[in-house]
């Protein structure tokens, strides 16, 4: 093992338990891999800091924003695939959106530049006080909710983009996104923890 990287991950563990304490966050799960193989993974913390559940690496999380990298990916599988361009207008491929969202292209959803705001108009999902918007409610507020800013004038980071391009995905597909991506992301890529 290279020099550097057996003090990293003696140090990052240690950065680690320190970042969880200064922000007060319950537990932490740490994978490192390389060249294909899992060198190091442990959990720090709790599942359930109230029972004193210690966390360990088969524990889940929520998948937040990381979900973005899934939509990512299968946005440019439909790309590779001539079922969609980049600079198509996402209007070519979801209907009933906000016309200035309709002029949006897919690269610029894609890369927060599209203008939209960061959250449809209830984002207490955030909390675990409400699930996800339904895509009705979420293509609902895309009518109903004009870009904040003008698209390629700087970078708007947007959750309510991003389940636009889910709405994309299954325009374009006929599936519903959960079994597309599941199938043609997560499967393909070999992920069985997902």
Same mark, same amino acid.
């Given at each position: 093992?290279?020099?550097?990287l057996?003090?990293?991950?003696?140090?990052?563990p240690?950065?680690?338990?320190?970042?969880?304490?200064?922000?007060?966050?319950?537990?932490?799960?740490?994978?490192?891999?390389?060249?294909?193989?899992?060198?190091?993974?442990?959990?720090?913390?709790?599942a359930?800091?109230?029972?004193?559940?210690?966390?360990?690496?088969?524990?889940?999380?929520?998948?937040?924003?990381?979900?973005?990298?899934?939509? *990512?990916?299968?946005? @440019? +599988?439909?790309?590779?695939? $001539?079922?969609?361009? !980049?600079?198509?207008? /996402?209007g070519?491929?979801? =209907?009933?959106?906000?016309?200035?969202?309709?002029?949006?292209?897919?690269?610029?959803?894609?890369?927060?530049?599209?203008?939209?705001?960061?959250?449809?108009?209830?984002?207490?999902?955030?909390?675990?006080?409400?699930?996800?918007?339904?895509?009705?409610?979420?293509?609902?507020?895309?009518?109903?909710?004009?870009?904040?800013?003008? *698209?390629?004038?700087? @970078? +708007?980071?947007?959750?309510? $983009?991003?389940?636009? !391009?889910?709405?994309? /995905?299954?325009?374009?597909? =006929?599936?519903?996104?959960?079994?597309?991506?599941?199938?043609?992301?997560i499967?393909?890529?070999?992920?069985?923890?997902?």
């Amino acid at each position: 093992m290279d020099r550097w990287l057996g003090a990293a991950l003696d140090y990052i563990p240690r950065w680690l338990e320190f970042q969880m304490r200064a922000f007060d966050r319950p537990g932490c799960i740490l994978a490192v891999v390389r060249n294909g193989k899992i060198i190091d993974e442990r959990a720090f913390g709790f599942a359930d800091a109230i029972r004193a559940v210690p966390l360990t690496p088969r524990h889940r999380f929520r998948v937040a924003s990381h979900s973005k990298s899934f939509t *990512a990916a299968g946005i @440019l +599988k439909l790309r590779e695939r $001539g079922r969609l361009k !980049l600079d198509d207008a /996402i209007g070519q491929h979801v =209907g009933g959106l906000n016309p200035a969202i309709a002029r949006a292209t897919v690269q610029q959803v894609l890369s927060h530049s599209a203008g939209i705001r960061r959250e449809v108009v209830d984002g207490a999902y955030f909390a675990d006080r409400r699930p996800f918007p339904a895509a009705a409610q979420l293509a609902a507020d895309l009518k109903d909710s004009p870009p904040v800013i003008e *698209a390629n004038t700087r @970078l +708007k980071y947007s959750n309510a $983009g991003y389940g636009l !391009l889910g709405l994309l /995905i299954e325009a374009v597909t =006929g599936e519903p996104y959960r079994a597309w991506i599941r199938r043609e992301v997560i499967e393909a890529a070999g992920l069985t923890e997902t």
